[in-house]
């Protein structure tokens, strides 16, 4: 029995949706050489993360093994599959391995962050293969809602492994290559000991439907259509972008691309050679002279984010523009799990103005960029692993699949962040386990999930904050009253005075009657100060907010 192994590790995307990150390695245990699939990121919420900018998987095990680490490979250009790669660059430091579409996005998220450009190599589809340590790794084309999405086939002396990436089986997607099955037949006729996959829609009873369904639909929502139209859906999605943007030419009207991340999607697509071709564009400043019938705006935001043209429209004007009564908004996206509450909020604001909201509760607007339960059963039986892996999707999800691939014949496990599996075998084992979290950008820092910062945050969001401050004299005795600051807290309490009368009386009347023993003893002062402050506004207003105690000494 050989001494190595071939191991894989998720840190991120396993048992969640979002801030993907995979690492595969292959040798002696503790040993093996190491690569790295996707590094990406999810986003933040007001519940649970309030202030936070982003979201990382937790990257520690991996920098501390950085030594051992060959290359990183990313699959295809979405946020939670590129969207970390310049934040962990630097202390990671390996090669950054990408077709060209995905390799240009890649570069600017390493030119954002200061990490060099150059690091990020540009590779070709399979057959091509990049050769790092004792792994040889190909791109193999996947239909996606994103250009030039691969799956990998990654190669090593314990056999052959096929990780999906993110997938759907469309032969015609408009943009990018469309599902190749006799590639595919090929690519593993000679064996797969595992597949790694995409588990997002295997709750989804139908076969996934193509892009190419949605033109014919969305141009005659645009024709009937009175005055002006405008379109979101995910900026990254080309092929969406340029079916909308194709329906509205055919449809009569001036197309207008509005938001940076958009803009930079249809340039990138356009300069690495994924669009050949994309209707003519009007500026922002020559639309607001289009008369309203003859305009179609596309616009990021279909997420419900708060600084995106479509948040900005929603509240009023964005670049000179205003939405007005008769016009039409379509949403031709389906809502990320987490965002529905932005989504509605942005949708009950362009019904305050008269505008009419076009959601894809019909299905006839929008189609997903990942494969349904039909589709998976699909890929599987053209590629005929020897086992499965689930990853990319929530526990349910990941559970959901491993019995989908069980009632198929096919071992599979469930295998959340920071599972170990070792798959050398002919069924996967978990051999570890490796502490993971969550990593959050906090304006220019990154900080731990765990370090206290976000839920002190929290707590202060709920329950609203409280500095006491009182000053002592060379013999510990109080120099003066206690005084108090509040902020998010009602100003008046149940007895109908000032909540901060009725503190700074409540902690005065204490520190006269506290022993010597308590004022001479910070902690100890500390400690009643902030006990009697949150009882007395318990008593007031029902509510314990936190308490920040400076206790002042004159020496």
Known sequence: MSSERLIYLPLGGAGEIGMNAYVYGYGKPGE???????????????????????????????????????????????EDHVGAVGHFWEQLGAPVYARAFTAALARHKMSDRGAPEAEVLTVSAWPEVT?????????????????????LVIDSPAGRVIHSGDFKLDTNPIVGEPFDAELWTEVSKD?????ICDSTNVFSPNAGRSESELGREIEALISAAPNTVVATTFASNVARVKTLAEAGERAGRSICLMGRAMRRMIETAIETGVLDSFPKVVSPEDARAIP??????????????RRAAAAQLARGKYNGIQLKDGDTFLFSSKTIPGNERGVIRIMNQFSEMGVDVVDDSSGRYHVSGHANRPDLE????????????PNHG???????HVKLSNNRGRASIVAVNGTMLDLSGDEPRVVDYIETGRTYLDGAVKIGALDGIVRDRIRMALNGHLVVNVILDE????????????????????SFAPLIDVLEEDLTQFLGRASEKTLANDDKLE????????????DEIGRKPEVTVIVSRLS
Not at 131 to 151: C, M, N
Not at 394 to 400: D, G, K, S, T, Y
Not at 475 to 494: H, M, N, S, T, V
Request: glycine share 8%; proline share 6%.
């Open 32 to 78: 093996e050489r190491l690569i790295l699939v996707d590094l990406g990121v999810t986003f933040s919420d007001m519940d649970t993360s309030p202030g936070v900018d982003l979201i990382f998987p937790d990257m520690s095990w991996l920098i501390a093994n950085k030594d051992r680490l060959e290359a990183i490979f990313i699959t295809h250009g979405h």
């Open 191 to 195: 064996g797969v000991k595992a597949l």
């Open 131 to 151: 050769k790092v340590g004792p792994f040889s790794v190909g791109f193999l084309p996947v239909s996606h809602s994103i250009p030039e999405s691969a799956a």
């Open 378 to 389: 699909a890929l599987q039986d053209i590629v005929n692993p020897q086992m499965v892996i």
């Open 292 to 305: 309203r019938e003859n305009l179609m705006l596309l616009v990021t935001g279909s997420q419900g984010e």
């Open 394 to 400: 929530e526990h349910r999800h990941l559970r959901e």
């Open 527 to 538: 400690e009643e100060l902030r006990r009697i402050a949150r009882n007395t506004c318990n």
């Open 475 to 494: 013999d510990d005795e109080p120099l003066g009253e206690a005084w108090c600051e509040i902020k998010g807290l009602p100003e008046q309490g149940r």
